[in-house]
């Protein structure tokens, strides 16, 4: 696995049990493609490689794009070449920041993509690539991922509320919350599977993972304090456009994934995001530092 340190990195790891191995960023930068492909290429007797790792700054990306491509295309499009020189199977962690936000409903896997910044085309130009140089390989896209780990919307809100007894928060941005362990769990349990199936096969291309139901920022936000402190009065929360919060990359203002083909190809419905919000946050409560 490529990632060791993120969120989604992480989870795969914890759920692992010792068969997965991780390359950090000190092991191989994404950005040298040799580097990338000299490490499939020793990377001995293993089932399949999963692309973790990603240049995942959305706002730092419009100033440095060329970072942003060399990590999230060129570095997976070297890994997909070495892979299919290997035959091995390559699963790849995508967005949904690639699509414009400017359709009304949920977005299938084909359709028609248009990134607002910098981060989402050079995922896609990753995807892109991912695809056009490896026949074994599944490209998954998920959404606003949280768990206890890293830099999520859920460790936003839980820290800001410490010190603010009134939060703005965008109302007008709505997709699917998706827990990283979930998504790991999908990945590790059907790896078999990955490994197995040949060229051609349902498994290979785009595909959407992410927990069941669409949302807000500010109904996310208010499911947080509700979880995190049922008996205490929840901070105050401010509905506010996306405008309020200037930034260098637009926002899409509707990503909501589409996970039909999720359910055609594996027949899995992922369960509802407040369930695993629920877990990470008691967790989080569990953990002896705990500030929640
Ligand atoms: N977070 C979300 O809400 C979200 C939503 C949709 C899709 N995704 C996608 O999901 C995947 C996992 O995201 P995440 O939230 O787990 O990301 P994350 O927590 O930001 O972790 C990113 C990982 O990539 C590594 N990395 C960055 N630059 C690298 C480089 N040059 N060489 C090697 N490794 C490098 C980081 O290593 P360091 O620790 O050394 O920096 C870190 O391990 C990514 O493909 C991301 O695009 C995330």
Not at 79 to 99: E, G, Q, W, Y
Not at 126 to 134: H, I, P, R, Y
Not at 268 to 278: I, K, N
Request: net charge negative; aromatic share 6%; proline share 7%.
């Amino acid at each position: 696995m490529f990632g060791a340190t993120g969120q989604l990195a992480r989870e795969v790891l914890v759920r692992g049990d010792g068969r997965v191995r991780a390359l950090s960023r000190a092991d191989v930068d994404l950005a040298d493609a040799s580097a990338v492909r000299r490490a499939v290429e020793r990377a001995g007797d293993v089932d399949l490689v999963l692309n973790a790792a990603a240049y995942t700054a959305v706002d730092k990306a419009e100033s440095e794009a060329d970072q942003a491509y060399a990590v999230n295309a060129y570095g997976p499009e070297a890994m997909a070449r070495a892979c299919a020189a290997r035959d091995l199977p390559l699963i790849h962690i995508s967005t949904d920041m690639v699509f414009s936000g400017a359709k009304a409903g949920a977005y299938a896997e084909d359709d028609p993509v248009g990134p607002p910044h910098v981060y989402g085309a050079s995922k896609l130009a990753g995807e892109e690539a991912v695809l056009a140089n490896a026949r074994r390989a599944a490209v998954i896209r998920i959404s606003w991922v949280f768990s206890t780990h890293g830099s999520n919307f859920l460790h936003l809100m839980l820290r800001l509320a410490q010190t603010n007894p009134t939060l703005k928060v965008v109302d007008d941005q709505r997709a699917r919350p998706t827990a990283a362990g979930d998504v790991a769990d999908f990945i590790l349990g059907h790896a078999a599977r990955f490994a197995a199936a040949p060229a051609g096969a349902p498994e290979w291309g785009r595909l959407h993972f992410a927990n069941a139901g669409v949302t807000s920022r500010v109904e996310m936000a208010a499911a947080i304090f509700q979880l995190a402190w049922p008996d205490r009065p929840a901070p105050e929360i401010e509905p506010v456009p996306t405008s309020a919060f200037p930034a260098a990359a637009r926002r899409a203002l509707n990503t909501e994934l589409d996970t039909r083909r999720l359910e055609q190809v594996f027949g899995l419905s992922p369960r509802p995001w407040r369930e695993p919000l629920a877990e990470v946050i008691s967790q989080l409560q569990s953990e002896p530092r705990a500030v929640v």
